[in-house]
């Protein structure tokens, strides 16, 4: 009987149901916010907001929740002992500048929505929490339970998920609805490492740009206390950048203020941006010695696969590790620079650190930070791999596309066997961590159908 059960159908006909529930999620600016953080709401104020949203609304419709105080809460249908693991995440990044509308007032506009976190990661969200209401609601019968978990600091530090999994455990098996259809088995390491130091700098007084370490700059500045207007406009003209100079002061005292717009993707394909960060710090190396300008110009401008290092590597299945600068902040007496690297299984780690202490040696620099997660990756052969494949190729037709490994980091990676699915289309361009970010409500339907189809399958085996 479950098998004749058309999802498709189904889902459209929650569509204005299910897309007031996500607007109501889309205008909760659920940004890490350090000015909100308290013992109650870990993360600030918006993403308890953001968390108690979804509870309540899973509880007004009949679900079984639970809270994990400001760190994590699941919502959860079905019988038996073992658990199905849906991991999703409630924070969005920095909506960062030049929207066409306001990012936390979503606007429909030509089947689609347009908000932050429309597609990372609150429409997967609510496609997967409807994808359980049309179980619960048509009483399809689950020997599993399946419990969509609730996250919270995914963009940050994954402390809420860490909490989670501390206080309810976590599921062996699961996917995470946070990045490709038709899914994603195998996920790059990520390697989070901040260097620094203190310094004496006659020159720069100031160079900030970027937020977070998955982002590539969009938007850089810095200062000067000497006029290199004429061979910055030369600079921007040669590299077809946008940006621009002018002068100001500190005090009464001149100085010279440097900008480049560059373009946001990404850091799992930061090739495919412009990093603002980068270009600036290459002009400025022409002109200023400072260490930690001089090795961004040095070593990453122009190579995100870190071949001026020595260090790349491409790895058959996973690809090639790759490197984001994400945050350049320096005054003129001490700074720092994060960088995100991406890397494959079987990348060799021992040459890579033995490099980096030669040259941060070199450059009188410090690793200031350190974090690491290791590569993440499940047989594709799998019964979980072909139960979601099958899942969605019943609803799309498409066995071109098949599953694949990425550069980027899901809470996939916190299931001993978990997996990212969907729920974003082979044909549409990812926009995550852009601005004007949107969601196709016709993906947003074939989602839910291909969620509720997979859950049926996972639950009933």
């Given at each position: 009987?479950?098998?004749?059960?058309?999802?498709?159908?189904?889902?459209?006909?929650?569509?204005?149901?299910?897309?007031?529930?996500?607007?109501?999620l889309l205008r909760i600016p659920s940004v890490y916010d350090e000015k909100t953080v308290s013992?109650?709401?870990?993360?600030?104020?918006?993403?308890?907001?953001?968390?108690?949203?979804?509870?309540?609304?899973?509880?007004?419709?009949?679900?079984?929740?639970?809270?994990?105080?400001?760190?994590?809460?699941?919502?959860?249908?079905?019988?038996?002992d073992e658990v199905i693991g849906v991991l999703c995440h409630l924070d969005v990044v920095p909506?960062?500048?030049?929207?066409?509308?306001?990012?936390?007032?979503?606007?429909?506009?030509?089947?689609?929505?347009?908000?932050?976190?429309?597609?990372?990661?609150?429409?997967?969200?609510?496609?997967?929490?409807?994808?359980?209401?049309?179980?619960?609601?048509?009483?399809?019968?689950?020997?599993?339970?399946?419990?969509?978990?609730?996250?919270?600091?995914?963009?940050?530090?994954?402390?809420?998920?860490?909490?989670?999994?501390?206080?309810?455990?976590?599921?062996?098996?699961?996917f995470a609805p946070d990045s490709d259809f038709p899914l994603i088995y195998g996920e790059k390491?990520?390697?989070?490492?901040?260097?620094?130091?203190?310094?004496?700098?006659?020159?720069?007084?100031?160079?900030?740009?970027?937020?977070?370490?998955?982002?590539?700059?969009?938007?850089?500045?810095?200062?000067?206390?000497?006029?290199?207007?004429?061979?910055?406009?030369?600079?921007?003209?040669?590299?077809?950048?946008?940006?621009?100079?002018?002068?100001?002061?500190?005090?009464?005292?001149?100085?010279?203020?440097?900008?480049?717009?560059?373009?946001?993707?990404?850091?799992?394909?930061?090739?495919?941006?412009?990093?603002?960060?980068?270009?600036?710090?290459?002009?400025?190396?022409?002109?200023?010695?400072?260490?930690?300008?001089?090795?961004?110009?040095?070593?990453?401008?122009?190579?995100?696969?870190?071949?001026?290092?020595?260090?790349?590597?491409?790895?058959?299945?996973?690809?090639?590790?790759?490197?984001?600068?994400?945050?350049?902040?320096?005054?003129?007496?001490?700074?720092?620079?994060?960088?995100?690297?991406?890397?494959?299984?079987?990348?060799?780690?021992?040459?890579?650190?033995?490099?980096?202490?030669?040259?941060?040696?070199?450059?009188?620099?410090?690793?200031?930070?350190?974090?690491?997660?290791?590569?993440?990756?499940?047989?594709?052969?799998?019964?979980?791999?072909?139960?979601?494949?099958?899942?969605?190729?019943?609803?799309?037709?498409?066995?071109?596309?098949?599953?694949?490994?990425?550069?980027?980091?899901?809470?996939?990676?916190?299931?001993?066997?978990?997996?990212?699915?969907?729920?974003?289309?082979?044909?549409?361009?990812?926009?995550?961590?852009?601005?004007?970010?949107?969601?196709?409500?016709?993906?947003?339907?074939?989602?839910?159908?291909?969620?509720?189809?997979?859950?049926?399958?996972?639950?009933?085996?």
């Open positions: 009987m479950n098998e004749k059960i058309d999802f498709l159908a189904k889902a459209k006909s929650y569509e204005k149901e299910a897309l007031e529930s996500l607007r109501g013992e109650k709401t870990p993360f600030g104020q918006a993403i308890e907001d953001a968390l108690c949203y979804m509870l309540d609304l899973a509880r007004k419709d009949g679900f079984k929740t639970e809270k994990d105080g400001g760190y994590a809460g699941h919502i959860e249908y079905g019988e038996g909506t960062g500048a030049g929207w066409t509308n306001p990012p936390f007032d979503p606007v429909i506009k030509d089947r689609k929505v347009y908000a932050r976190g429309s597609m990372d990661d609150k429409g997967p969200t609510m496609a997967a929490y409807y994808a359980l209401k049309m179980l619960k609601d048509l009483r399809v019968p689950l020997k599993k339970k399946v419990r969509i978990i609730l996250g919270t600091d995914e963009e940050t530090a994954w402390r809420g998920i860490e909490h989670y999994g501390k206080t309810f455990g976590m599921p062996e098996i699961g390491g990520i390697l989070h490492l901040e260097i620094g130091r203190e310094f004496v700098d006659d020159e720069l007084i100031s160079f900030q740009g970027g937020e977070r370490y998955n982002i590539v700059i969009d938007h850089a500045s810095s200062k000067t206390k000497s006029d290199f207007t004429k061979q910055f406009e030369e600079y921007l003209n040669l590299h077809s950048l946008r940006g621009s100079a002018a002068k100001d002061s500190i005090n009464g005292v001149p100085c010279y203020v440097y900008t480049v717009e560059g373009q946001a993707a990404h850091a799992m394909e930061p090739d495919k941006g412009i990093n603002a960060g980068v270009h600036l710090a290459n002009f400025l190396s022409a002109h200023i010695t400072n260490p930690l300008v001089n090795f961004v110009a040095d070593y990453f401008f122009n190579d995100v696969f870190l071949k001026k290092m020595g260090l790349d590597f491409i790895e058959p299945e996973m690809g090639p590790i790759t490197c984001n600068v994400g945050i350049i902040d320096i005054g003129s007496s001490r700074g720092r620079v994060c960088f995100d690297f991406r890397y494959p299984i079987n990348y060799d780690k021992d040459k890579f650190w033995a490099k980096w202490r030669r040259e941060l040696q070199y450059y009188n620099l410090n690793i200031t930070s350190l974090s690491d997660k290791v590569p993440h990756y499940v047989d594709r052969n799998s019964k979980l791999v072909q139960t979601l494949y099958q899942a969605y190729v019943k609803y799309t037709n498409d066995t071109v596309n098949q599953p694949k490994t990425i550069g980027g980091g899901t809470y996939a990676r916190a299931l001993k066997q978990g997996v990212a699915f969907g729920m974003e289309m082979p044909y549409e361009v990812s926009q995550a961590h852009q601005k004007d970010e949107a969601m196709s409500i016709d993906t947003f339907l074939l989602a839910m159908a291909i969620y509720a189809e997979a859950l049926m399958q996972l639950g009933t085996e």
